[in-house]
């Protein structure tokens, strides 16, 4: 296939996964992420058809030196891959204006940028596609995580938007929709006390959602979900806004157990620990 893809967090368990299967698939990888230490590990695991980019996807500049270098080294760009992301547990009353901006820029800004930027090298490819990780909870509000939230809710009706726009202009747009999934990220919420939400049910793997992109690939639309009795369940609970108090309670209740379980799967998996009665990563 030898298709060119730009992905953004490269270097996270679901940019991992992602990249694994699109290596499979012969494809030339560009991994962009701000961790120079993983993205070197990653490249080795991947071999001489990967490539990265170091880049904080909130400085604008570095987004333009990234759609350059691209089109230096290959002339196209066949994919983009919108996957970084990052979220903060801590309470809204309590968050600096600079942590709502910073969450905003790389979730909802740098990807609409990015997007943009990347066009005229989209545009030269014969199959020029665009997929987004957005999230469940761009559907479902999570009280623990409002800009968390307002940014996948403002990238999932973005993206629907430009998928809408562009499509008349050959270049196909999709967004995938997981909800939890194992990844460093989501280990870290855990420990920290982040949004029980997301542990009704167990997290999913990475390469679900991976096997998601794959299937976007194959058969494109405007969006797919790992776990679609979720996305119904979020989809139905949204059709009600007003009884959202009472229903979250519910969901609630059943994410705090569904939480202590997975942290209790953590330390029973070394990858966490108790100290002074509090869970801590190894």
Known sequence: MNEVVVITGGAGGIGQAIC?????????????????????????RLGPQATAVVADLANHADLQRLIEQVEQQFGRLDILINNAAITRVEAFDERSVESIVGELNINLISPLILTRLAIPLLKRSADPRVITTVSIGGIFPMPESPIYSASKFGLRGAMLSIGLDLANK???????????????????????????????????????????????????CLERTPKASESWLSALAMLFPNLLPRSIRLFRKRGEKGMQRYLESLGQRGLAHRVDGRWELK
């Open 20 to 44: 694994a299967k699109l290596i499979q698939r012969g494809m030339r990888l560009v991994l962009v992420d701000i961790d120079r230490e993983r993205l070197d590990q990653a490249l080795e």
């Open 170 to 220: 050959g270049i196909k747009v999709g967004s995938i929709l997981p909800a939890a999934t194992e990844t460093p990220m989501l280990q870290r919420e855990a420990i920290e006390g982040g949004n029980a939400l997301q542990f009704i049910d167990p997290p999913q793997q990475p390469e679900a959602v991976a096997d998601q992109v794959l299937r976007m690939l194959d058969s494109p």
